[in-house]
């Protein structure tokens, strides 16, 4: 059996992953009322089986609405992503804006 990934569906399972990662930092640290968020994003691989030749480039529209729409029902629906496209196989927070 052959299964083929939708990049749209890769681009939301990170955008969970990153909306998830966030809300953790946010509660480790305290933050209340999160203005904005930046992101720096790579080539991301897939994380079902973490090989190199299953690495994707991923969609930042696709990207940017799954976020959006995962974090609307969240304490983050107000929050602004910012994702700058950037050299790697990686993604991280770069900073994090509170009011």
Do not use: C, P, R
Request: proline residues 0%; negative net charge.
């Amino acid at each position: 059996m052959f299964i083929s990934y939708n990049n749209g569906v890769h681009d939301f399972l990170l955008a969970k992953q990153i909306v998830g990662d966030v809300l953790k930092v946010s509660n480790k640290k305290g933050l209340k009322n999160i203005k904005s968020v930046s992101l720096e994003i790579g080539s991301v691989s897939l994380t079902h089986d973490s090989f190199n030749e299953h690495a994707e480039d991923i969609n930042l529209e696709n990207l940017k609405f799954g976020i959006e729409s995962i974090a609307k029902n969240t304490v983050l629906k107000d929050t602004k992503f910012n994702i700058k496209k950037t050299e790697g196989d990686s993604w991280k927070i770069t900073g994090i804006e509170v009011e």
